[in-house]
């Protein structure tokens, strides 16, 4: 009988099904492929990202990504970066591990804040990048941005004001409350201290052993007096104790109503800053002016920073701690999935080595040489052991950006983490701006920028500084009229060509603080004080005296209560212990005649508690 080594009627239909789900692969493998990750992508950054083409290269363990555009989470119609061609070089181990270990990448035809043609998608759902974005925004809610005023001075007819709006009314109401409260607990406690009846047995003590001779009294009789003497003198120190505990309980009550008084004092300083701007007074104060104009601009370059910052937080967490991340989607129950890392093996993702060195040349407006490098971003930086540092460079003289010099370290090996970056801009197309509340625009030019940036756990610093001396200006004054103020700020910025700004940044993230300096704001200053000046220090004084004639009949009792709880309780403890001192001296006057009588020319030390 003939065998048959092979059944071709079963092989045939195997192989085709073999050569079609190559041919399905083939097709669709990269597309899958690119589609993921930049859902993947997307949602790790918290902002779209798009990929125009990927290929998988098998044979070489390497991903080449072209096209590839991520969007500003904050402007959407721009782009943080964008990339002809990355192409990234993976571990083989790693990738059977199911991690992503990157050994190498490079990167052709980056560009900066380059222009979209179709807004991206705003940050959405409940994810941590999301919430990431929505926090930052509340970050900068919390900055009081003021609104600077030009409303000409002679507009100033008259100032009226509500008692109910002002915060002085009920601050003084609250304090008056505590003051009534704090004079009937000092009265209950002078009450309760009661050393009348120690001061009277010592008084009858003394004027019994002042009309005895203690020479009758026998050498018992004098022990027995000096011992009374002794047990009396205990009871007035006891006494005098119990004094000194209502002195301080004294003081620190007249300090808490001192405090009280204070805070009135502040909210009338507030009272005062709004009825001022119902009045929409000119400001001339050189920081307000600028904290008005440069605001916004420098609240967004921070913001920047500490978005990314944030980020980094969550996904380079210090130390092995078991990490929980969504599992995988299921029609119900999908749960989490707990990462347990260990020493000694590879994390989830980790990019060892990126360098970046190419040269754009011709007239593109970034021609120049790149260089730029990235060492340990890991997702786990305590089994990396060494901080992620990220650098880049640039130099082409004559382009649109000079010199780039950036600089980033993030370093979680510890739970003292401390993310940190400096970016120095020579050269470069300042970008144009309007000043808020002036019908003007500001086009700064070719200048230079400097960009610090610091967060210490929750502890933020920085520094963003801005410096051009070909500044352009224009007005824009359609459908409205420009007052005299107005005016007189054009005529002062118009002038002006050079513009240097500095803004800084500190406080933490629940608390920040932006203080701002520039040329221009103590320009406008000086010039507004010089014209408006005493105009707008004569409405200040009707605006505090208007304040001040609502609020009199609340602060002024306050301030006497006050007064009279703290001059009550000096005086009845000052007269307390003055009383025990008498008794006390007279005490020790009578033991010294006790004790001489039983052995003369022998002084014993007067007792003193």
């Known amino acids: 009988m003939k065998v048959k080594v092979f059944r071709w009627k079963a092989i045939g239909p195997l192989l085709g099904l073999f050569l079609l789900l190559g041919l399905v692969v083939w097709i669709f493998a990269e597309p899958v492929a690119r589609d993921t990750t930049e859902e993947a992508s ?45 192409r990234l070089k993976l571990n083989p181990a790693a990738l059977a591990e199911k991690k992503i270990v990157i050994e190498n990448f ?13 807004p991206a ?22 900055f009081k941005v003021p609104l600077l005023s030009l409303t000409p001075v002679d507009t100033i007819r008259q100032l009226v004001l509500n008692p109910d709006q002002l915060t002085t009314v009920k601050q003084a109401e609250r304090a008056l409350a505590r003051t009534d409260s704090t004079r009937k607990a000092l009265e209950q406690t002078f009450s309760r201290l009661d050393i009348r009846p120690t001061i009277d047995s010592a008084q009858a003590l003394v004027r019994r052993l002042a009309a005895t001779d203690p020479k009758t009294l026998g050498l018992q009789g004098a022990r027995q007096a000096v ?108 749960g989490s999935t707990i990462d347990f890392p260990k020493a000694r093996e590879f994390p989830q993702f980790l990019l060892q080595q990126g360098s970046i060195d190419f040269a754009i040349g011709g007239t593109s407006p970034v021609r120049g040489a790149y260089a730029a490098s990235v060492q340990g ?41 401390h993310d940190s970056v400096n970016a120095r801009l020579r050269g470069i197309q300042l970008p144009s701006f309007d000043l808020p509340g002036l019908p003007f625009r500001m086009t700064p030019g070719i200048g230079s920028a400097d960009l610090v940036f610091s967060m210490r756990g929750s502890a933020l610093s920085g520094r963003w500084a801005v410096r051009s001396n070909k500044v352009a200006w224009t007005a824009d004054t359609a459908g409205r009229k420009s007052n005299d103020i107005e005016r007189l700020v054009w005529r002062v910025i118009g002038g002006l060509n050079d513009l240097s700004l500095v803004a800084q940044l500190g406080g933490t993230f629940s608390s920040p603080q932006l203080s701002i300096a520039s040329n221009l704001d103590q320009a406008i200053a000086q010039r507004l004080k010089a014209v408006v000046g005493e105009e707008v220090a004569r409405a200040e004084r009707m605006v505090r005296a208007k304040v001040d004639s609502l609020v009199a009949d609340k602060v002024k009792p306050l301030k006497r209560q006050v007064a009279e709880v703290q001059a009550q309780a000096t005086q009845r403890i000052g007269g307390e212990r003055q009383r025990l001192d008498k ?7 009578q033991l010294k005649r006790m004790t001489e009588g039983l052995a003369p020319g022998l002084e014993l030390p007067k007792i003193k508690l």
């Open 121 to 142: 998608r705003p940050p959405t759902g409940k994810g941590f990048t999301p919430q990431v974005y929505r926090a930052v925004q509340q970050w900068t809610d919390q």
């Open 377 to 417: 971003l890991t997702s786990a930086p305590a089994l990396y052991g060494r901080p992620a540092v990220i650098s880049v460079g640039r130099r082409a003289a004559g382009s649109a950006v000079a010199a780039v010099d950036i600089g980033a370290v993030i370093n979680h090996l510890t739970a003292h983490t």
């Open 106 to 118: 490079t990167l052709s035809g980056m560009r900066f804040g380059t222009h979209r043609k179709t």
């Open 42 to 86: 997307t949602e790790l950054l918290g902002t779209e990202v798009d990929i125009g083409k990927l290929n998988l290269l098998p044979r070489h363990a390497s991903v080449e990504l072209r096209a590839l555009e991520i969007a500003d989470p904050f402007v959407l119609t721009r782009n943080l970066l964008e990339a002809d061609a990355i």
């Open 583 to 589: 008794v006390e001296e007279e005490l020790n006057a």
């Open 227 to 334: 011992q009374s003497v002794q047990q009396t003198l205990n009871e007035v120190g006891a006494a005098r104790k119990r004094l000194d505990s209502l002195e301080r309980n004294a003081r620190a009550a007249v300090t808490f109503l001192g405090e009280g008084v204070e805070q009135v004092h502040q909210a009338t300083q507030q009272d005062v800053a709004f009825a001022k701007s119902l009045l929409k007074l000119p400001t001339f104060a050189a920081p307000e002016i600028g904290t008005a104009l440069f605001g916004k601009v420098s609240i967004d370059r921070f913001k920047q920073a500490l978005y990314w910052a944030e980020l980094a937080q969550k996904y380079m967490p210090p130390g092995l701690l078991p990490r929980p991340r969504p599992g995988p989607q299921r029609l119900r129950a999908a």
